[in-house]
């Protein structure tokens, strides 16, 4: 009986997929500390990085019920299409995550509950329609990824300090899910799904994912050249953030198989959590 409840306990964590989920709460967690340093080891500081992780985790849970079909082809090895969570208690769990993530905001102000509630709304539109539709989706995504950072600075009671990390995940975070995309071309295809790759190409979409990856760059160098953040900032920013892009840039243009999709895709992600690093590090 208590191994049968691990599982089963194991794969309701699986389905959250932990990894974006630690980084989202690092990341929240770390906008905090960027609004106000005072707010580093308050209990409602956790409690708000936990619960903006739990609404993304329970956007997860939403986008694979959403999913299920297209996830057999694409995503089989996921929890809903493996068999081993059903679509029904899939909806449940959803629904129990976002009211979890809700109670723990209550000694937060409203602008936070706003945001929270606008997130909750327009994940689940994401994940019911809008992702199909042809970059809406992908912006979506990314748009939702840069939110993650204004909550954190409301929370902390200064948006102001967030806006540059904000505007850095978004636009790492729309690259990552144009790659991705153009990785379940083959798989959406047959779904009669249309998203980007589909539409344009793949070669048009990665292009623009390349495009997009360009532009960071250059704006990531903007804080420094103009002394919002010190020296700090600027070589991990070189160094440890922009070699990985460049590098995923040419991978790709080298090796565009799905499976090299799928690793850039990851190393992406990771190259965020080294941003905000930076960002972090680097304030004056």
């Keep these: 009986m208590p191994s049968n409840f691990i599982l089963r306990f194991a794969v309701y964590l699986k389905i959250l997929r932990l990894t974006n989920f630690v980084i989202a709460f690092a990341s929240i967690y770390f906008a905090v500390l ?7 080891f308050q209990l409602n500081t956790f409690f708000a990085a ?8 329970a956007g997860m849970v939403i986008n694979d019920y959403f999913d299920f079909e297209i996830d057999k082809l694409n995503r089989p090895e996921r929890p809903i299409p493996a068999g081993l969570i059903s679509k029904n208690n899939a909806l449940k769990y959803y629904i129990i995550l976002n009211a ?5 905001l209550y000694k937060t ?24 539709l042809p970059l809406v989706g992908n912006l979506c995504v990314a748009l939702m990824t840069g939110i993650a950072f204004i909550f954190g600075g409301a929370v902390g009671g200064n948006i102001q300090n967030l ?5 850095f995940a978004f636009l790492i975070n729309l690259a990552r899910e144009i ?9 959406d295809k047959q779904f009669h799904l249309r998203t980007f790759p589909i539409v344009f190409g793949d070669k048009i979409a990665l292009k623009l994912a390349f495009s997009i990856l360009i532009l960071l760059m250059f704006f990531t160098l903007l804080p420094y050249i103009f002394k919002i953040y010190s020296l700090t900032y600027f070589l ?7 070699a990985v892009i460049i590098y995923s840039i040419l991978s790709l243009q080298s090796d565009s198989s799905k499976s090299n999709l799928r690793r850039i895709g990851n190393l992406i992600k990771y190259d965020m959590a080294i941003g905000l690093l930076a960002i972090y590090l680097g304030i004056k």
């Design 109 to 132: 102000g409203v602008i936070v509950y706003v945001i929270a509630l606008c997130s909750m709304v327009l994940i689940f539109f994401y994940s019911f329609k809008l992702k199909r």
């Design 50 to 57: 936990l619960s903006g992780a739990v609404i993304g985790g």
């Design 100 to 104: 979890i993530a809700f109670i723990m």
């Design 236 to 242: 991990i920013i070189v160094f440890g953030v922009n």
């Design 179 to 187: 790659i991705k995309a153009t990785e379940d071309l083959e798989g």
């Design 34 to 40: 960027i609004a106000n340093e005072d707010l580093a």
């Design 163 to 167: 806006i540059i990390p904000a505007v």
